[in-house]
């Protein structure tokens, strides 16, 4: 971004061209750089150009070499350069708030935690317009463990800045850190749609996405969990664990050979079993011991006394201990099948086998003893659309809206739902949403396969502006669906 003074003598603005670093991108993950520079201080960059008095000039040395000791990953020591700075330059330096926002980050990297929160609010304090020190602070609390009030910081830093990727990641990891899906999916979906080109957006959106499959998995709502998976997929194709859990939803969905089929995608996506992810396994705890033998024999003990719930147990603890096993999910999946009468226990035993050893002895026999039938082959279509909707909330078992209507108050979660029938083969779904300026609201792609079922795909959001909000449904560029809603402004009593 090339800066220069306008109506200002050149030599006394040369400096501001230093801040080509992002302070806040790297406050919000350190373990993944942001894809494109975004310089987060336009409107000190705006002041110090308009600026007409005298610069400090200790205060811009400072500045200056606090800058160089950041790009050198010298945290403490551009802390302690941020601090003088500010200190230095109470009058006479349009930068100042830059230098406090570098400090409390700064020490932030440098794992001086504490002193990183004071240095934020003391920026906060000084230049309450600003919205990077709430977001310093925000990460903070989220160290801490304290998400409400991270989410608290968060909101005021999207209150002064509704458009930054950068709160938007933060949020949406408090977010779901508290629990709230629905609202971190938003954030998520958010923060992508601002930067595609950032990695860890996209990533996260797509974790978003694989936590409401398993919440839909749960709750038994295989078709509908598989649509969150396919989108997780489509929107991180080199990672293996959307086609590994895929892989499950297929199997649970009695496709077992387009289970399979993903499975083994994801097997060679991940390139290896040690690669394999933990996340890939239905194992919801971590074992109480380290060591699994302590489980086994357990089990054993208790299958001797036919005790069957309880060897379940002790071999549920060991793969939670160490999803690796092979030989303990062989035992959990029979135990369930024949013992415990539990199929779908069972399928889920037979996933992890063809994870690990799809070839093996104990992914033969449960499969086996489970009677698996490949589903027969269909000829591609597009299917028809059953039904689309608009509603205040959504029915997975039904899929359905619920609560349909055509016009909804301004900050109500409107769930736009395109149900379909027949569709076989793979698929590029597009959901589209206008605003009333006729700018996009949301533009989100699923590029999935599907198997003749019946299935619903679900767009969420809440918005603020009043008016006509237009959603269309495309599937292989031919519209499915297109709708219009109206957002009413809030009735004032």
């Not at 449960?366 to 027969?376: H, K, R, V």
Request: aromatic share 8%; charged share 25%.
């Amino acid at each position: 971004m090339g800066l220069r003074a306008s109506g200002a003598k050149p030599a006394r603005f040369v400096w501001v061209t230093l801040l080509c670093v992002s302070v806040v991108a790297a406050a919000c993950t350190e373990k993944r750089p942001v894809a494109t520079t975004i310089d987060p201080f336009e409107e000190a960059l705006r002041n110090a150009r308009e600026y007409q008095g005298p610069v400090h000039t200790v205060a811009k040395q400072l500045y200056e070499q606090g800058l160089e000791r950041y790009r050198a990953g010298d945290w403490a020591q551009a802390a302690a350069m941020f601090g003088q700075a500010a200190d230095a330059g109470v009058v006479n330096f349009p930068l100042r708030p830059e230098a406090l926002i570098y400090q409390a980050e700064a020490l932030r990297k440098a794992n001086r935690n504490v002193e990183s929160a004071q240095a934020a609010r003391a920026a906060i304090r000084d230049y309450p317009n600003r919205w990077e020190p709430h977001l310093i602070l925000a990460e903070y609390y989220l160290w801490r463990d304290n998400n409400e009030s991270a989410q608290q910081e968060l909101t005021a830093a999207l209150s002064l800045a509704p458009n930054r990727p950068e709160v938007l990641k933060t949020l949406a990891r408090a977010q779901m850190n508290r629990g709230l899906l629905l609202p971190a999916l938003e954030s998520a979906r958010r923060a992508y749609e601002l930067n595609p080109s950032d990695a860890d957006a996209r990533e996260l959106f797509a974790s978003t996405q694989i936590a409401q499959a398993r919440l839909w998995e749960r709750e038994r709502s295989f078709d509908e969990a598989s649509t969150a998976l396919f989108l997780a997929e489509s929107l991180t194709p080199e990672s293996p664990l959307p086609p590994l859990l895929i892989g499950r939803v297929l199997l649970e969905l009695d496709l077992p050979k387009a289970s399979r089929r993903y499975t083994e995608a994801g097997r060679n996506l991940a390139g290896g079993i040690e690669k394999i992810p933990r996340e890939a396994f239905p194992v919801e705890a971590v074992g109480g011991e380290d060591d699994v033998s302590e489980y086994l024999r357990m089990a054993d003990f208790y299958v001797q006394r036919r005790q069957s719930e309880a060897a379940a147990s002790q071999l549920e603890q060991a793969v939670a201990t160490n999803p690796k096993l092979p030989e303990a999910w062989h035992r959990l999946g029979m135990i369930r099948l024949r013992e415990l009468g539990d199929s779908l226990g069972a399928r889920e035993c037979l996933h992890a086998l063809w994870i690990l050893d799809p070839d093996g002895p104990g992914a033969k026999e449960l499969a086996a003893a489970m009677s698996l039938q490949d589903e027969p082959p269909l000829e591609p279509s597009p299917g028809f659309v059953l039904r689309a909707q608009t509603g205040a909330g959504f029915s997975a078992p039904k899929r359905e809206a619920t609560g349909e209507a055509a016009s909804f108050p301004v900050n109500t979660r409107v769930y736009f739902t395109l149900a379909l029938r027949n569709a076989v083969g793979r698929h590029i779904v597009r959901w589209r949403l206008t605003d009333p300026e006729g700018r996009t609201a949301v533009d989100q792609t699923w590029n999935m396969e599907f198997f003749g079922r019946d299935v619903a795909l679900v767009g969420v959001g809440l918005w603020a502006a009043p008016g006509p909000y237009v959603s269309v449904w495309t599937m292989d560029d031919a519209t499915r669906s297109q709708k219009t809603i109206e957002l009413k402004p809030a009735v004032v009593r």
